[in-house]
């Protein structure tokens, strides 16, 4: 069991920024793909970023690349998600996930096994 909790959330104007923690707990952190997904009242849950177990690939959603930076630290067992030049297409619930073997699948929301219960971000105009 992998128990997963985001922090960081918050209003902020568009163009600031805002810096998203994910915290898990249980046994090999290491071993997971991290993910952060976002949902928008009215849409469907989207991807927005992934990376492996090691640190050394990582995923984006078109919508947020060169604006967002996904990371991760095993020995903390976290992984954050960096916001910069936020925009109010922005605003939603964001939450991070974990799972494993997920070869080709990290912009899937049913490939994650575990969620944490998210953190609202919303961007004003």
């Known amino acids: 069991q992998v128990l997963l909790v985001e922090s960081g959330g918050g209003l902020v104007q568009a163009g600031d920024s805002l810096r998203l923690s994910c915290a898990a707990s249980?046994?090999?952190?290491?071993?997971?793909?991290m993910g952060w997904f976002r949902q928008a009242p009215g849409k469907e849950r989207e991807f927005v970023a992934a990376i492996i177990w090691s640190g050394s690939n990582t995923y984006y959603a078109d919508s947020v690349k060169g604006r967002f930076t996904i990371s991760r630290d095993n020995a903390k067992s976290t992984t954050s998600l960096q916001m910069n030049s936020l925009k109010p297409e922005d605003t939603a619930v964001y939450h991070c996930?974990?799972?494993?073997?997920?070869?080709?699948?990290?912009?899937?929301?049913?490939?994650?096994?575990?969620w944490g219960q998210g953190t609202q971000v919303t961007v004003s105009s």
């Open positions: 996930a974990a799972g494993r073997y997920l070869t080709g699948t990290y912009h899937i929301t049913g490939a994650y096994t575990y």
């Open positions: 249980g046994r090999t952190f290491s071993s997971y793909t």
